[in-house]
């Protein structure tokens, strides 16, 4: 049981550059969710998924889509890296109507120059 | 909608004193709060949770915090800081009820730091 695992680690990409960020968990939780960690800010939203084939906004959604075509992957792209998504990105996961337990990833430190 | 605030950007005491963290929320329906910590370049790991049973959380490493409805806080607290809880803090509200589908909100951080 691996729990939520993300991948890359880490990525530098430059500006217009596109990327794939890929959260995978094996608890069979149905919500997802992507977060974005720069400082003095706290974690904020970016995009979450309630089931497998939905997705909707968070709080600062733009330039950023998302894919859910199986349960256990959520999907964070980026088609044209700006220099303002320099930041560490972190997925995690809950059982429906757990909200109490949240599962986090270990985060994606990404470098957009 | 739910929303929190960290009063205390940076909080900075000596190894042995008592450590207060601020934390105040806002929410519409009845909330479920965490105090997570981040080490540097580290990940985040779940400090305590109030989920509506015992306002008083005992959470690990010594810290715990108390759900006070009426002053809408939830703050964290240590008798005695070691060196190993230099750290940043997140306060987190989560919404079980409404459009909320379990999404977090998250303080602005709190870095403590412990001086020898």
């Known amino acids: 049981n691996a729990g939520v695992t993300q991948t890359p680690k880490f990525r530098v990409l430059k500006t217009g550059q596109s990327m794939t960020l890929l959260c995978a968990q094996d608890?069979?939780?149905?919500?997802m969710y992507w977060y974005r960690q720069d400082p003095g800010m706290g974690l904020r939203l970016i995009h979450y998924s309630v089931g497998e084939g939905t997705t909707a906004k968070g709080e600062v959604p733009d330039g950023y889509n998302v894919s859910r075509l199986k349960k256990q992957n959520f999907l964070l792209g980026l088609e044209s890296a700006a220099p303002s998504q320099t930041s560490v990105y972190f997925c995690?996961?809950?059982?429906?109507?757990?909200?109490?337990?949240?599962?986090f990833g270990p985060g994606t430190r990404l470098t957009v120059l | 909608a739910q929303s929190v605030t960290q009063l205390d950007s940076h909080v900075s005491v000596s190894e042995g004193t008592p450590v207060l963290l601020r934390c105040n929320y806002s929410?519409?329906?009845?909330?479920?709060l965490f105090w997570y910590v981040q080490h540097p370049n580290k990940g985040l790991q779940l400090l305590l949770k109030?989920?509506?049973?015992?306002?008083l959380v005992k959470g690990i490493n010594g810290f715990e915090a108390e759900f006070k409805k009426s002053e809408t806080s939830f703050h964290l607290t240590k008798p005695s800081a070691h060196m190993s809880d230099a750290a940043e803090y997140f306060c987190v509200v989560i919404t079980a009820g409404g459009t909320s589908y379990g999404k977090l909100t998250f303080g602005q951080g709190t870095i403590l730091t412990v001086h020898p």
């Open positions: 995690a996961s809950i059982r429906s109507g757990s909200y109490n337990e949240q599962f």
């Open positions: 608890m069979n939780h149905e919500y």
């Open positions: 109030y989920t509506s049973a015992a306002t």
């Open positions: 929410s519409s329906y009845s909330p479920s």
